[in-house]
């Protein structure tokens, strides 16, 4: 069961060059677009047994475990939380987020994301499959990535929901770490319109920089253009899909201008 999945984007130099070398940009969770986005809280409570666990999963030293132990007020104390967070916090920055959509038709994304109506949305088709979507990648991307599997597949598996205004928090302790993937599926309900579906990987390079990640040409199956995209970028796009993709597979629309209508209308050009 095929399903088309859309990214808004304006026409630049970013844009035009993930086109040309077929690659989506993961951002980090610092690049999203509401800063309230997976703001994940801590929790530093832990009995004896959760703290020899910790202190062997990071090789900590048994004599600091054991005057842990011996002394919470240690684990308590806002020095301790304080490098905790940080540390924490450097872990999240390894998390890299692909942001897509399920429609193409909503205004405050064209309005937001796509220039206002003077840039681009293309649309990537995505089969199902052990229910979830999948988005196929390019042969030769790194398939030491835990996001993908043997069959060199990224997933689009996160349906984001936006019911939840709380998240659970994550304990170093009790290394809880499936609350961190929870806390990537949950958005305010004020971004429902977004309909929104996320892909992520850890980066796992030093220093993490692996942020472009090679599709298969044959996904990119629509192009739809805003009602104020200029001609002059219209005609760059299809020669840049002229030259690298198999073009016949690929449809190009444009956004009507708008005329008393209830829902954004495209034609085919």
């Known amino acids: ?34 800063p309230f986005d997976i703001k994940i809280p801590s ?22 475990i054991n005057k842990i132990i011996n002394d919470k007020t240690i684990i308590e104390s806002s020095d301790f939380i304080n490098k905790m967070d940080m540390a924490n916090e450097k872990m999240l920055k390894r998390l890299r987020i692909f942001c897509v959509s399920e429609i193409w038709n909503e205004e405050l994304m064209w309005g937001h994301y796509a220039d206002s109506f003077k840039g681009v949305c293309f649309g990537y088709t995505a089969y199902y ?58 958005k305010r309900p004020k971004w429902s319109y977004e309909k929104e579906y996320r892909a992520l990987y850890t980066d796992m390079t ?5 942020k472009k990640i090679k599709y298969s040409k044959d996904i990119l199956r629509e192009i739809i253009f805003g ?5 002059n970028n219209i005609k760059i796009i299809r020669e840049i899909v ?28």
Do not use: C
């Not at 630049?12 to 969770?29: A, G, I, R, V």
């Not at 042969?139 to 835990?146: A, E, L």
């Open 129 to 186: 499959k052990n229910k979830a979507y999948l988005l196929k990648l390019d042969k030769d991307v790194n398939t030491g990535m835990n996001f993908i599997n043997k069959d060199n597949d990224i997933m689009i598996l996160l349906n984001v929901e936006y019911e939840k205004t709380t998240l659970k928090p994550y304990n170093l302790f009790k290394y809880n770490i499936e609350v961190i993937q929870e806390g990537f599926k949950y």
């Open 206 to 210: 030093n220093p993490p920089q692996m």
């Open 242 to 269: 002229s030259n690298e993709y198999d073009a016949k597979n690929i449809k190009f629309y444009r956004i009507l201008i708008p005329d008393n209508i209830l829902e954004i209308q495209r034609e085919e050009i």
């Open 1 to 34: 069961m095929d399903k088309i999945f859309y990214k808004y984007k304006p026409i630049n130099e970013y844009t035009l060059d993930s086109l040309k070398e077929h690659y989506f940009y993961f951002s980090d969770k610092d690049e999203l677009n509401d």
């Open 43 to 64: 929790d530093y409570s832990a009995t004896d047994q959760d703290i020899i666990d910790w202190g062997k999963r990071i090789h900590q030293d048994s004599q600091f």
């Open 227 to 231: 009602f104020r995209t200029t001609d």
